[in-house]
């Protein structure tokens, strides 16, 4: 270019831009004509810090993290985050399955069998204590007279009985004694046909008792004639059989204890020889059967 000399432009360390001569000498008004206006200076680039601080007690505390973008960010941290681990997060509880529940049912069903037969033993072995000291036994009775004082048929056909019966009650306990309770029911039967009905008195037997009760029974029939008829031919064999059932309840006491109240059932099979009023009647064959109901 002439006398001129060439200058090259190049930016500096900081970006601002200056010139430079190749030669010794420039020229200042083709150099001013020619150089750029100068930029104003600029400041260093620094990346861009963003500072969080968290206060912790007396004491700040900063974390500088990078950004994507290449800046940093700072973020306050307490000071034992470095000293204490963290807590466990507790793992829920497991879900319930069906095997569990049927373990458990079997594990109750277990226990309530165990329980029933503990109280079973325990309450045989009570029975069998109570057995081998006291030596229950049940009472006998046996039928020693019967009489008739009524046996006619009515206007109305219905017969009418009244008997009279003497019965022998035996209590062969030498450690039990023998409430009789109201609600007895004694009764005398001809071929499945109820003749007469009573009761026996209340009382208390003692132990190894015999105590004899004269006990009045009665009833109506409304098949009177027919059953009078049927009578009467049966005493011309000389065996007419009879039935008297028993239902007696009883408290039994063992020493000074009263148990809860039973019931004693029982049979006597007799063979009389007639069924005629006011007459000595004579019983040919007895049989008894006796059991306790609890």
Not at 253 to 270: A, N, Q, S
Request: net charge positive.
């Amino acid at each position: 270019m002439g006398d001129h000399t060439k200058n090259k432009i190049y930016p500096d360390a900081y970006g601002n831009v200056k010139s430079g001569a190749t030669t010794a000498q420039a020229s200042s008004s083709l150099g001013n004509h020619l150089r750029p206006p100068l930029l104003p200076p600029q400041q260093p680039q620094t990346k861009d810090m963003h500072t969080h601080t968290q206060t912790m007690g007396d004491h700040k505390i900063n974390k500088i993290h990078s950004m994507a973008d290449g800046t940093s960010k700072s973020v306050a941290q307490p000071l034992g985050h470095h000293l204490r681990p963290p807590l466990p997060i507790p793992s829920p509880p497991p879900p319930r399955t069906k095997k569990n529940s049927r373990s458990s049912l079997c594990k109750c069903i277990c226990w309530s069998l165990c329980i029933l037969i503990t109280l079973l033993i325990i309450l045989a072995a009570i029975i069998g204590i109570l057995y081998l000291v006291f030596k229950p036994k049940i009472p006998n009775y046996s039928v020693d007279r019967l009489t008739i004082s009524q046996l006619t048929v009515n206007l109305d056909l219905s017969l009418y009985a009244r008997f009279n019966i003497q019965i022998t009650a035996t209590n062969p306990n030498k450690k039990i004694g023998i409430f009789y309770q109201k609600g007895s029911h004694l009764s005398v039967w001809y071929m499945n046909t109820n003749l007469c009905q009573g009761s026996l008195p209340v009382f208390y037997q003692g132990h190894q008792n015999k105590t004899v009760l004269n006990v009045a029974l009665s009833g109506q029939n409304q098949y009177g004639r027919t059953l009078l008829a049927a009578l009467q031919e049966q005493q011309q064999t000389g065996r007419i059989p009879l039935d008297l059932k028993v239902d007696v309840p009883v408290k039994i006491k063992l020493g000074k204890l009263k148990l809860k109240k039973v019931r004693i059932f029982g049979k006597c099979m007799l063979v009389v020889d007639n069924l005629s009023a006011n007459n000595r009647i004579s019983i040919k064959a007895t049989s008894c059967k006796f059991r306790l109901k609890l």
